[in-house]
């Protein structure tokens, strides 16, 4: 039973290049959220995809979007870079989107922006 | 920010020994969930406890949720090395999904 992936595991940009981080869901789960976790911090929520389309949002600007495919995968797209950026970012998947489903994490991946 | 808040934010003790991490939360919830983290890798589901439940065993971890004060507690009994990690909370609520900042536990042998 596959476990939630991400790709890549380390990624290192500029500042203003753009960045897509992708993730592939626990096999049967239908939902993806995707985190930011600085160093030091709890992760914070990004926003959630349930049948290709955006449930959810935390407090992220636009600069951060996001793509859910037929097949449950997701993309987290980043525009414009700022040094801020860099981080873990962190993919869970869980079955139904709701009120806080059990959720299973991937292994982040992590992003340094210079 | 977003994040709920977590106490002790860091706490070490010896094997053997209990731990006690407590959390506030700010939202009406649907549940709310402890998960750990592992040297900034991906978390791990430990327990979860329903906002009409007040306590939880699950091994050695209990949970407790009091939702008139908008707090719950992990309890780690008889603790070991291998528990060293960072514990977070998360409140599963009906429009915020959010994580306590974290506590760092630390367990010596």
């Known amino acids: 039973d596959a476990g939630v992936t991400q790709s890549p595991t380390h990624l290192i940009k500029t500042r203003g290049q753009q960045v897509t981080l992708r993730c592939s869901p626990k096999?049967?789960?239908?939902?993806v959220s995707w985190y930011q976790q600085a160093l030091g911090q709890g992760p914070q929520f990004i926003f959630q995809?349930?049948?290709?389309?955006?449930?959810q949002r935390g407090n992220f600007p636009d600069r951060f979007s996001g793509h859910q495919f037929p097949n449950y995968s997701s993309e987290l797209n980043v525009n414009a870079l700022l040094l801020g950026d860099s981080a873990l970012y962190l993919c869970?998947?869980?079955?139904?989107?709701?009120?806080?489903?059990?959720?299973?994490f991937g292994p982040g991946t992590r992003l340094l922006v210079l | 920010s977003q994040q709920g808040e977590e106490d002790p934010q860091a706490l070490s003790i010896q094997e053997g020994e209990n731990a006690t991490m407590n959390c506030s939360y700010k939202t009406s919830i649907n549940n709310l969930q402890w998960y750990r983290q592992n040297s900034g890798r991906g978390l791990v589901h430990l327990i979860l406890i329903r906002s009409n439940e007040r306590e939880k065993h699950s091994g050695r971890l209990r949970v407790t949720l009091d939702t008139s004060k908008e707090s719950s507690s992990l309890l780690i009994t008889a603790s070991r090395a291998a528990d060293t990690a960072s514990y977070f909370c998360f409140s599963g609520g009906y429009n915020k999904l959010i994580f306590g900042a974290g506590t760092r536990l630390a367990v010596h042998p």
């Open positions: 995809y349930y049948e290709e389309e955006e449930r």
């Open positions: 096999s049967g789960h239908d939902t």
């Open positions: 869970a998947s869980s079955l139904g989107a709701g009120a806080g489903e059990t959720q299973y």
